[in-house]
C-alpha cells in the first residue's frame, strides 16, 4: 500500500464529495497573509482545543496569522499543543479584543451554534465566519462557508481532511492536536463514532510522531488529589434505577467548592455510571451557580439522547448530549429521568 502517488504527491484521503468540495471552499478563503480567529464553543474540550491548536500551527506554516479566541479559557491541559510564543485569548484579553478587530477572518471549530460562542460571536460581524464542525446543523447555525460533517468522528478529522486538501503533510505539531482531537471525541476509539477513517488518520498521525503514551499522559492521566476526591463523591451520589437501564450522578455547587476540585474535573465522570453492565442511559446532573442544573447525558445502546437534551434547548450528538435546565437539581433530575424513560420505551 502507498500513500503517494506516481508522482511523489500525498494522496488525499478517499472522502465524501461534499466534505470535499466543502474543505475547497473553505481553503479558497485561507489565503496567505489573512488574519485568521480560531475560536470553538464555551468550554473547549479536547476537539475544540485539539483542532484549534493543529490548525493555528498550519495556518502559521501556510503564512496567515492565526489567534486563537475563546469564549472561556484555553483548556490548561491543552496548552502544551500550541507553539511556543503562540496565545490563546478570550474575549476579556487586550489581545483577543484586538486579534478579533483585526481578523479578516473567523474560522469556527466544533460548533455553529451562536450561543456556544459566547461574547466571541458578537465579535464576527461584518467579517467571514468559515464553520468546520461535526455537530449536525440547527436552524440558528452560522457560517458563510460552512463544512459541517456529522459523520467524521471528531472535528480534528474534518481538519486533518483540510490540511491533505491542501496538498500538506501534517507535522508532528499538528497531529498531536488532532491525536487530542480524535483521542478525546471517540472515548480512546472505543464510541460509536470510531470508524476504519478514524484508525487510518490516527495511523498517518502516528507516523508523523504521535507518542501515544505521552498523549496517553496528557489527556487522562491528569488526576489532582481534588479531582480524586470529586470522583469519589460522584461515586457516593451515583444511582441505578431499578426499573429502567439508567444510571445518574448528581453533583451539587458545594461539590466542587468543598473538594476544590475544577469543571475539567467533571471531564469524564459521566463515565463511571455508563461503564455499569446493563446500563443504556448515563446522566450527569451538576448544580450551576444560578442554582439551574446542568445535564450530560451519554447513551449506549439506541436511544437518542440529543433528542431529549433538545426538548430542554440543548443538543449534540445522538450518543452524546447536554443542556441546562432552569430547575433545581431534584427538579431537573425528575423531569429528565422522565424524558429518558419514554425514550427508553
Ligand atoms: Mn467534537
Given at each position: 500500500?502507498?500513500?503517494?502517488?506516481?508522482?511523489?504527491?500525498?494522496?488525499?484521503?478517499?472522502?465524501?464529495?461534499?466534505?470535499?468540495?466543502?474543505?475547497?471552499?473553505?481553503?479558497?478563503?485561507?489565503?496567505?497573509?489573512?488574519?485568521?480567529?480560531?475560536?470553538?464553543?464555551?468550554?473547549?474540550?479536547?476537539?475544540?482545543?485539539?483542532?484549534?491548536?493543529?490548525?493555528?500551527?498550519?495556518?502559521?506554516?501556510?503564512?496567515?496569522?492565526?489567534?486563537?479566541?475563546?469564549?472561556?479559557?484555553?483548556?490548561?491541559?491543552?496548552?502544551?499543543?500550541?507553539?511556543?510564543?503562540?496565545?490563546?485569548?478570550?474575549?476579556?484579553?487586550?489581545?483577543?479584543?484586538?486579534?478579533?478587530?483585526?481578523?479578516?477572518?473567523?474560522?469556527?471549530?466544533?460548533?455553529?451554534?451562536?450561543?456556544?460562542?459566547?461574547?466571541?460571536?458578537?465579535?464576527?460581524?461584518?467579517?467571514?465566519?468559515?464553520?468546520?464542525?461535526?455537530?449536525?446543523?440547527?436552524?440558528?447555525?452560522?457560517?458563510?462557508?460552512?463544512?459541517?460533517?456529522?459523520?467524521?468522528?471528531?472535528?480534528?478529522?474534518?481538519?486533518?481532511?483540510?490540511?491533505?486538501?491542501?496538498?500538506?503533510?501534517?507535522?508532528?505539531?499538528?497531529?498531536?492536536?488532532?491525536?487530542?482531537?480524535?483521542?478525546?471525541?471517540?472515548?480512546?476509539?472505543?464510541?460509536?463514532?470510531?470508524?476504519?477513517?478514524?484508525?487510518?488518520?490516527?495511523?498517518?498521525?502516528?507516523?508523523?510522531?504521535?507518542?501515544?503514551?505521552?498523549?496517553?499522559?496528557?489527556?487522562?492521566?491528569?488526576?489532582?488529589?481534588?479531582?480524586?476526591?470529586?470522583?469519589?463523591?460522584?461515586?457516593?451520589?451515583?444511582?441505578v434505577a431499578?426499573?429502567i437501564p439508567v444510571a445518574w450522578?448528581?453533583?451539587?455547587?458545594?461539590?466542587?467548592?468543598?473538594?476544590?476540585?475544577?469543571?475539567?474535573?467533571?471531564?469524564?465522570?459521566?463515565?463511571?455510571a455508563r461503564r455499569i453492565r446493563g446500563v443504556r442511559v448515563a446522566l450527569?446532573?451538576?448544580?450551576?451557580?444560578?442554582?439551574?442544573?446542568?445535564?450530560?447525558l451519554r447513551s449506549t445502546g439506541d436511544a437518542d439522547v440529543?433528542?431529549v437534551?433538545?426538548?430542554?434547548?440543548?443538543?449534540?450528538?445522538?450518543k452524546?448530549?447536554?443542556?441546562?435546565?432552569?430547575?433545581?437539581?431534584?427538579?431537573?433530575?425528575?423531569?429528565?429521568?422522565?424524558?429518558v424513560r419514554?425514550a427508553l420505551s
Amino acid at each position: 500500500m502507498t500513500d503517494v502517488d506516481w508522482m511523489g504527491r500525498r494522496k488525499i484521503r478517499s472522502m465524501d464529495l461534499a466534505r470535499l468540495s466543502g474543505l475547497k471552499r473553505v481553503l479558497q478563503e485561507l489565503e496567505p497573509g489573512r488574519k485568521v480567529v480560531l475560536s470553538t464553543h464555551l468550554n473547549a474540550d479536547g476537539d475544540g482545543a485539539g483542532s484549534q491548536a493543529a490548525a493555528a500551527h498550519w495556518l502559521a506554516r501556510r503564512g496567515l496569522e492565526p489567534s486563537i479566541v475563546n469564549p472561556t479559557p484555553f483548556p490548561d491541559q491543552f496548552r502544551f499543543l500550541l507553539a511556543e510564543g503562540t496565545g490563546a485569548w478570550t474575549p476579556a484579553d487586550a489581545e483577543g479584543e484586538a486579534a478579533m478587530r483585526e481578523a479578516d477572518v473567523f474560522l469556527v471549530l466544533d460548533t455553529a451554534e451562536p450561543s456556544r460562542l459566547g461574547p466571541v460571536m458578537s465579535r464576527t460581524s461584518g467579517r467571514r465566519i468559515l464553520v468546520v464542525d461535526h455537530h449536525p446543523t440547527t436552524s440558528s447555525s452560522v457560517g458563510d462557508v460552512v463544512v459541517c460533517d456529522p459523520t467524521a468522528c471528531a472535528t480534528g478529522e474534518l481538519v486533518f481532511d483540510l490540511i491533505h486538501v491542501a496538498g500538506d503533510t501534517v507535522t508532528r505539531e499538528e497531529a498531536e492536536g488532532l491525536y487530542v482531537a480524535i483521542a478525546t471525541d471517540t472515548g480512546s476509539f472505543r464510541y460509536a463514532n470510531t470508524t476504519a477513517s478514524t484508525h487510518e488518520i490516527t495511523a498517518d498521525l502516528l507516523r508523523a510522531g504521535v507518542d501515544p503514551e505521552q498523549m496517553y499522559l496528557r489527556i487522562y492521566a491528569q488526576y489532582t488529589p481534588a479531582g480524586l476526591e470529586l470522583v469519589r463523591r460522584a461515586l457516593e451520589r451515583l444511582r441505578v434505577a431499578d426499573d429502567i437501564p439508567v444510571a445518574w450522578i448528581s453533583l451539587r455547587q458545594a461539590d466542587l467548592a468543598q473538594t476544590g476540585a475544577t469543571k475539567e474535573d467533571l471531564e469524564g465522570i459521566v463515565e463511571y455510571a455508563r461503564r455499569i453492565r446493563g446500563v443504556r442511559v448515563a446522566l450527569l446532573f451538576r448544580e450551576l451557580h444560578d442554582g439551574t442544573t446542568k445535564v450530560s447525558l451519554r447513551s449506549t445502546g439506541d436511544a437518542d439522547v440529543a433528542a431529549v437534551a433538545r426538548r430542554f434547548g440543548g443538543g449534540g450528538h445522538v450518543k452524546a448530549a447536554g443542556a441546562v435546565i432552569p430547575e433545581n437539581l431534584e427538579a431537573a433530575e425528575t423531569r429528565v429521568l422522565q424524558d429518558v424513560r419514554e425514550a427508553l420505551s
